[in-house]
């Protein structure tokens, strides 16, 4: 079975510094992983995904992500952050043929100070 | 579009209490998921369907039932409310062109049992 884990519960930065969220998974077969974003009191939104392909994926809001087979990693990066990037973010793992249910990790909370 | 769209926002139950979430989308999805979203915790898969007339357990389908009478509504139910089942609840949607495709999330239902 897919499990992901994220491995800070909380990343404290301060405006205008590079950010990186780290999230490895395990799978025995293969994956699509997603990041989602989730804003106060909001629903999630996806902030990018890997499917296939380059294994640097671009999303919204200058987020990107880096997919790492060997070390089964899908770190998420921005080189710059703003203070409305302050949200709760979930790596995601989707294995191939299980119908795209989603398996979540317990979530990042990044807070950018001014 | 509306996208996915939750009622109620909020919710108070007392313990044995029964309660309807309700979930709709005008997507024309035919995949439609439940989650639950306990506090510093991902989400969790509690039902999903994949089309009208079928619906499958996830993870955690003990003390909910689901039903998929049309493709735009999927409700939720609690038949007997516990404590447990305090949480955040996610309705999502997808379209059914393949494991790629995104979620939509709704806003969630933040429901609490005393």
């Known amino acids: 079975a897919q499990s992901v884990t994220q491995l800070d519960s909380q990343v404290p930065v301060f405006e205008e510094a590079p950010v990186e969220l780290r999230c490895n998974y395990s799978?025995?077969?293969?994956?699509?992983l997603f990041w989602y974003v989730q804003y106060p009191n909001q629903g999630l939104q996806l902030l990018l995904k890997y499917l296939s392909g380059s294994t640097l994926v671009k999303g919204i809001n200058g987020f990107e992500a880096e997919f790492n087979k060997s070390q089964t990693s899908f770190h998420l990066r921005k080189p710059s952050v703003h203070i409305s990037d302050t949200a709760e973010y979930f790596c995601?793992?989707?294995?191939?043929?299980?119908?795209?249910?989603?398996?979540f990790g317990e979530g990042t909370q990044l807070t950018v100070n001014p | 579009n509306a996208g996915v769209t939750q009622t109620p926002k909020f919710r108070i139950l007392k313990i044995g209490q029964s309660m309807t979430l309700q979930c709709t989308q005008d997507m024309n999805h035919n995949y439609m998921y439940w989650y639950r979203q306990d506090p510093g915790m991902g989400l969790k898969l509690i039902y999903y369907?994949?089309?009208?007339?079928?619906?499958d357990k996830g993870e955690v389908p003990n003390g909910y039932n689901v039903s998929r009478s049309t493709t735009e509504d999927f409700p939720l139910r609690l038949e007997l409310a516990a404590p447990s089942q305090t949480s955040v609840y996610f309705c999502?949607?997808?379209?059914?062109?393949?494991?790629?495709?995104?979620?939509?999330f709704g806003p969630g239902t933040r429901l609490t049992v005393l």
């Open positions: 799978s025995s077969v293969s994956v699509y």
């Open positions: 369907s994949v089309g009208a007339g079928i619906t």
């Open positions: 995601a793992v989707s294995e191939l043929g299980s119908g795209s249910r989603l398996t």
């Open positions: 999502a949607s997808r379209p059914s062109g393949g494991s790629t495709d995104t979620q939509y």
